[in-house]
């Protein structure tokens, strides 16, 4: 019966879904424990200064390159105890750009070089490997060209080194243009409630985390230990993290230690990144998923490198849920009709609303599953502006942002769901990097065409579901059916924000390509 059969895939995804929600409940859990308890601080004290080797990987990156070079020679280390790798793959200005940066900063006694690739072979993962060849450090922090690193940096990473076991240690991501617009801010709040609870709390618990790429330093032996960096993922850094895991490192995770960075302020590039995100953890999860599994680990532990490794499935379960809202509301309605007129309907069917009625009853039980998102990218929020000491402002703005990332979780699952198929059959694309445009102070100068993503046809797919909901939603509000409400509200704008969002800008940057201020001012969008 097409009833059953839609009831049936309606809830075997919610039970997937599950399974990630308990995830989630497990880590406010534990961070309510850790709380209470209070954090331990591991790092000791440490006089050496061992020689270091600090990378960065660079391409076509010419408007924040600047400031990346000018925080690097400002780290709070010896001079003569640490080395610069500039790994440019650049194909565009940027590399003549650095060319006149590095001359200055060698006149200065700084010891940097230039790594320049004329073939991005392996991307950034190629280029991390070239550098790992002519390196010396005992040590290798990398950054990304949007960042601004920490002068204290060094100081406080190495000497969590000490204990042999240690691969890498980890800093959290600051945000240099969180109130840039609304799509900013929610950036911010997914990203503080990774680092601040899902690191945080696996890394204190001794689960299996991830490098994020930048803001961190490894100790080389780990890096070749574990099997170098790998370019056959679009993730190396999660590919190397489990990697050296696996062989019994850990990895550190320090709250409190703060490199900024910059948000993508273009819709389609920050969709793109999610994408290479979302593509890149399946096709770690189809290389290393079975070692994962089979070595011995608790079962704590496997259960959460699972829902690690294994997260971006729940783009696809989103969809589904997304696609089936419309004939799932139908059917309600049919079988509401059977339970105000009961004597003009058979007994088979009034046997088949006792079922339908079963399944609304286990489909309102599974709404508790989405509370925890919620809470904590709340608690993200007000935890971020306590280390960094800043005052909490406008709880209720925040309050609904955190509400409003759920929809915009849901708006990504057909891009995401593409990524996902790509990965599962085993589709190579390359690494494509998300352009930055050095937003200061809410204004971005000389943005340049072509470093913006072009609109995917999937855009056009997301418009075309928000309309979908819309008229899911119209239906529902006809027949006086409002559970799926709430959250048919949430997907259908987070569905209109991106679509509509992203042709915005392409027309706006196909008609100014070259030079202009932002007319977006500094602040949440209204």
């Known amino acids: 019966m097409i009833e059953s059969f839609l009831f049936s895939t309606y809830l075997v995804f919610l039970l997937i879904l599950s399974l990630y929600s308990i995830h989630a409940y497990l880590i406010l859990y534990y961070y309510l424990r850790l709380r209470k308890k209070g954090r331990k601080r591991e790092s000791p004290p440490n006089k050496d200064y061992p020689f270091v080797t600090i990378q960065l990987p660079i391409y076509n990156e010419k408007y924040v390159v600047e400031r990346l070079l000018d925080s690097v020679v400002k780290i709070n280390y010896p001079k003569e105890r640490y080395e610069i790798q500039v790994l440019d793959d650049s194909t565009d200005e940027t590399t003549f750009i650095l060319s006149s940066l590095i001359e200055k900063y060698s006149s200065l006694g700084f010891n940097i070089s230039l790594?320049?690739?004329?073939?991005?072979?392996?991307?950034?993962?190629?280029?991390?490997?070239?550098?790992?060849?002519?390196?010396?450090?005992?040590?290798?922090?990398?950054?990304?060209?949007?960042?601004?690193?920490?002068?204290?940096?060094?100081?406080?990473?190495?000497?969590?080194?000490?204990?042999?076991?240690?691969?890498?240690?980890?800093?959290?991501?600051?945000?240099?243009?969180?109130?840039?617009?609304?799509?900013?801010?929610?950036?911010?709040?997914?990203?503080?409630?990774?680092?601040?609870?899902?690191?945080?709390?696996?890394?204190?618990?001794?689960?299996?985390?991830?490098?994020?790429?930048?803001?961190?330093?490894?100790?080389?032996?780990?890096?070749?230990?574990?099997?170098?960096?790998?370019?056959?993922?679009?993730?190396?850094?999660?590919?190397?993290?489990?990697?050296?895991?696996?062989?019994?490192?850990?990895?550190?995770?320090?709250?409190?230690?703060?490199?900024?960075?910059?948000?993508?302020?273009?819709?389609?590039?920050?969709?793109?990144?999610?994408?290479?995100?979302?593509?890149?953890?399946?096709?770690?999860?189809?290389?290393?998923?079975?070692?994962?599994?089979?070595?011995?680990?608790?079962?704590?532990?496997?259960?959460?490198?699972?829902?690690?490794?294994?997260?971006?499935?729940?783009?696809?379960?989103?969809?589904?849920?997304?696609?089936?809202?419309?004939?799932?509301?139908?059917?309600?309605?049919?079988?509401?009709?059977?339970?105000?007129?009961?004597?003009?309907?058979?007994?088979?069917?009034?046997?088949?609303n006792r079922a339908v009625s079963f399944y609304f009853f286990l489909l309102a039980v599974f709404t508790i599953f989405v509370l925890p998102f919620p809470i904590l990218y709340i608690l993200a929020y007000y935890r971020a502006n306590q280390l960094e000491g800043k005052k909490a402002e406008k709880k209720a703005k925040w309050f609904f942002i955190a509400f409003l990332l759920i929809g915009g979780f849901v708006s990504l699952s057909i891009f995401n769901t593409k990524a996902c198929l790509e990965a599962l059959f085993g589709i190579k694309t390359e690494f494509t990097r998300t352009p930055k445009f050095s937003v200061i102070d809410g204004k971005v100068s000389l943005r340049d065409k072509k470093y913006l993503e072009p609109i995917s046809f999937c855009t056009f797919l997301e418009m075309g579901m928000g309309f979908y909901l819309l008229f899911t939603i119209i239906y529902s509000l006809c027949h006086f059916e409002f559970g799926l409400l709430p959250f048919l509200s949430l997907y259908t704008l987070g569905f209109f924000f991106l679509s509509f969002s992203s042709i915005q800008q392409h027309i706006e940057f196909k008609l100014n390509p070259r030079t202009r201020e932002a007319t977006q001012p500094t602040g949440p969008a209204n």
């Open 115 to 352: 790594i320049h690739r004329t073939e991005r072979k392996g991307f950034k993962a190629g280029a991390l490997a070239e550098g790992l060849k002519l390196s010396k450090g005992e040590f290798i922090a990398i950054f990304d060209a949007d960042f601004i690193v920490n002068p204290d940096f060094l100081q406080r990473t190495l000497p969590y080194f000490t204990d042999k076991r240690v691969a890498a240690v980890q800093a959290r991501w600051g945000h240099l243009n969180r109130d840039y617009s609304i799509l900013t801010q929610g950036q911010a709040l997914a990203l503080d409630e990774h680092f601040l609870f899902e690191q945080d709390i696996k890394s204190q618990k001794g689960l299996f985390i991830n490098f994020n790429g930048t803001c961190g330093i490894w100790r080389r032996s780990a890096i070749e230990e574990g099997g170098g960096w790998q370019d056959d993922t679009l993730t190396e850094d999660l590919d190397l993290s489990y990697r050296v895991q696996l062989k019994g490192y850990r990895i550190v995770f320090i709250p409190d230690l703060v490199c900024p960075g910059e948000l993508p302020i273009d819709v389609n590039g920050f969709k793109r990144q999610q994408f290479r995100w979302t593509k890149g953890g399946i096709e770690v999860a189809r290389k290393l998923f079975r070692r994962v599994m089979t070595c011995p680990l608790p079962v704590g532990k496997k259960f959460f490198a699972f829902t690690h490794l294994t997260c971006p499935f729940v783009y696809p379960c989103l969809f589904v849920l997304s696609l089936l809202s419309l004939p799932l509301t139908m059917t309600k309605v049919k079988y509401t009709e059977v339970i105000l007129n009961p004597s003009q309907f058979s007994d088979y069917l009034l046997v088949q």
